[in-house]
């Protein structure tokens, strides 16, 4: 718990909120919570920052109905974002100058081999965050930006970096490496890193929970399927095995990025299609997966268009069935056994076409789903297996926001004061 001093320099409110900020290339995404109960006391996007449409949605939720405000107009940079923001939280008496405001926790999306947990910001670490640029370019940089304009608002309160590549960093040296030439490797850092790690970490604990055990008493197969999809095997609250990779192309199939794919593609591309680097890039991560397989990349149209007998949409979510399975069953090769595989993230948790048809046929494997169970809506974590199964199936909605905004505030309330530095690995990367 932290006190933090007030304007006047004496110690008086208890400082027991979280903002948390997860800043993408055009857009920064922000929640505010209270501590004391984990509750939301506002939500909020800022989306098309720089362009001429750019909109803020804010959402406060401290009153009766949660009604949403619309700004809509230019908003030239991440540094107006984040004052526009803290412009509506200041209208609903939430103010980002309040002696409540404990921390900011940022999502930072690589934190390579040398952040394996939380950390105070310090300069230190946002440069070693800037080392990383090379092997996030499209993250990092944005995240950079986020943490810096969240500074320069409030430079007395702590800045926690949460990072999605953390919970990876305990996958064994056999799984996270490629089996290239090692100095190669090195020299520039190529290696398996994971992504989503807020998320596999909170799924999988919660996964424990709904089955009535600690985190280390249970292994669990946990499918992040959102618009990007990642699949991790955890054992005993350790994550041994996932599925993206030196970037999040890796893996799965998604809504536009290919997953596994052999590399020799690329080459392939470019020699006989004559494609440049960054348009097979382009092709790979925004235009491949499900939207580059039937036109569609949201798992409800593609669902409706296979109700009506679109044959080019039933085989796009063949292929994204196909690749779960197989990831199902390598994972459970991985751990041996297993005591849950556990469905979450957008498609995840709403989708029970695509629960149901990546369970299909596992029966060997001990998986089983019941349709009635599975065909339940809720916003709960639940199991979607009968009862005489041998490996509980189950859906869990993610909250990566309030792990982000538990692990910072965990993280302040020990270290008690604002810039001290926390231990942030061993390995320099
Ligand atoms: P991300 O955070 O990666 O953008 P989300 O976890 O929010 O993604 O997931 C977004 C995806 O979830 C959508 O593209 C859509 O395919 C899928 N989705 C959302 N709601 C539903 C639903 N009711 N049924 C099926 N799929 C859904």
């Given at each position: 718990m932290t006190t933090t001093p007030t304007k006047e320099g004496s110690a008086a409110v208890q400082a027991r909120r979280v903002l948390v900020l997860n800043s993408g290339s055009s857009s920064v995404k922000y929640q505010l919570l209270d501590m004391n109960d984990r509750s939301r006391l506002a939500i909020g996007l800022v989306e098309r920052i720089g362009e001429e449409t750019s909109r803020l949605l804010h959402t406060p939720l401290t009153g009766g109905d949660a009604e949403t405000r619309e700004r809509t107009g230019r908003i030239a940079d991440h540094a107006a974002a984040l004052k526009a923001a803290a412009e509506e939280l200041a209208a609903d008496g939430?103010?980002?100058?309040?002696?409540?405001?404990?921390a900011i926790g940022h999502r930072v999306v690589h934190g390579g081999l040398r952040f394996t947990r939380p950390t105070v910001i310090t300069d230190e670490v946002l440069t070693e965050i800037e080392r990383l640029v090379p092997v996030a370019p499209l993250h990092n940089p944005a995240n950079i930006t986020g943490i810096r304009t969240a500074q320069a608002l409030r430079p007395d309160l702590p800045q926690v970096a949460v990072f999605d590549t953390a919970f990876h960093t305990t996958m064994p040296e056999y799984a996270a490496r490629y089996a290239i030439d090692v100095e190669t490797a090195d020299a520039h850092r190529i290696r398996r890193y994971g992504f989503h790690g807020t998320s596999h970490a909170y799924v999988s604990r919660k996964a424990a929970e709904l089955l009535g055990r600690t985190p280390e008493e249970v292994n669990v197969i946990v499918l992040h399927l959102g618009n990007g999809a990642s699949a991790s095997a955890v054992a005993a609250g350790r994550c041994v095995e996932t599925s993206m990779g030196l970037t999040p192309l890796e893996g799965l199939v998604m809504g536009t990025r290919s997953g596994d794919?052999?590399?020799?593609v690329t080459f392939h591309l470019k020699?006989?299609?004559?494609?440049s680097t960054d348009e097979i890039d382009v092709l790979l991560n925004k235009k491949s997966g499900l939207l580059g397989l039937c036109g569609d990349n949201d798992m409800r149209e593609i669902r409706r268009r296979i109700d009506e007998g679109d044959e080019r949409a039933a085989l796009a979510f063949d292929i994204y069935v196909h690749r779960l399975k197989k990831y199902i069953g390598a994972y459970s090769a991985v751990l041996g056994r297993v005591d849950a595989v556990v469905f979450t993230a957008g498609v995840g948790e709403n989708s029970a076409p695509v629960r149901e048809a990546a369970i299909a046929g596992l029966e060997e494997l001990g998986l089983v789903v019941d349709a009635g169970l599975n065909a339940v809506r809720s916003g709960e974590p639940r199991l979607i297996s009968p009862n005489y199964a041998r490996v509980a199936v189950a859906v869990v909605p993610t909250d990566e926001e309030l792990e982000i905004a538990d692990q910072t505030f965990a993280l302040v309330g020990r270290a008690e004061s604002a810039g001290q530095e926390v231990p942030v690995g061993e390995v320099d990367n």
């Amino acid at each position: 718990m932290t006190t933090t001093p007030t304007k006047e320099g004496s110690a008086a409110v208890q400082a027991r909120r979280v903002l948390v900020l997860n800043s993408g290339s055009s857009s920064v995404k922000y929640q505010l919570l209270d501590m004391n109960d984990r509750s939301r006391l506002a939500i909020g996007l800022v989306e098309r920052i720089g362009e001429e449409t750019s909109r803020l949605l804010h959402t406060p939720l401290t009153g009766g109905d949660a009604e949403t405000r619309e700004r809509t107009g230019r908003i030239a940079d991440h540094a107006a974002a984040l004052k526009a923001a803290a412009e509506e939280l200041a209208a609903d008496g939430l103010g980002l100058d309040s002696p409540e405001l404990a921390a900011i926790g940022h999502r930072v999306v690589h934190g390579g081999l040398r952040f394996t947990r939380p950390t105070v910001i310090t300069d230190e670490v946002l440069t070693e965050i800037e080392r990383l640029v090379p092997v996030a370019p499209l993250h990092n940089p944005a995240n950079i930006t986020g943490i810096r304009t969240a500074q320069a608002l409030r430079p007395d309160l702590p800045q926690v970096a949460v990072f999605d590549t953390a919970f990876h960093t305990t996958m064994p040296e056999y799984a996270a490496r490629y089996a290239i030439d090692v100095e190669t490797a090195d020299a520039h850092r190529i290696r398996r890193y994971g992504f989503h790690g807020t998320s596999h970490a909170y799924v999988s604990r919660k996964a424990a929970e709904l089955l009535g055990r600690t985190p280390e008493e249970v292994n669990v197969i946990v499918l992040h399927l959102g618009n990007g999809a990642s699949a991790s095997a955890v054992a005993a609250g350790r994550c041994v095995e996932t599925s993206m990779g030196l970037t999040p192309l890796e893996g799965l199939v998604m809504g536009t990025r290919s997953g596994d794919i052999d590399p020799a593609v690329t080459f392939h591309l470019k020699r006989v299609a004559g494609m440049s680097t960054d348009e097979i890039d382009v092709l790979l991560n925004k235009k491949s997966g499900l939207l580059g397989l039937c036109g569609d990349n949201d798992m409800r149209e593609i669902r409706r268009r296979i109700d009506e007998g679109d044959e080019r949409a039933a085989l796009a979510f063949d292929i994204y069935v196909h690749r779960l399975k197989k990831y199902i069953g390598a994972y459970s090769a991985v751990l041996g056994r297993v005591d849950a595989v556990v469905f979450t993230a957008g498609v995840g948790e709403n989708s029970a076409p695509v629960r149901e048809a990546a369970i299909a046929g596992l029966e060997e494997l001990g998986l089983v789903v019941d349709a009635g169970l599975n065909a339940v809506r809720s916003g709960e974590p639940r199991l979607i297996s009968p009862n005489y199964a041998r490996v509980a199936v189950a859906v869990v909605p993610t909250d990566e926001e309030l792990e982000i905004a538990d692990q910072t505030f965990a993280l302040v309330g020990r270290a008690e004061s604002a810039g001290q530095e926390v231990p942030v690995g061993e390995v320099d990367n």
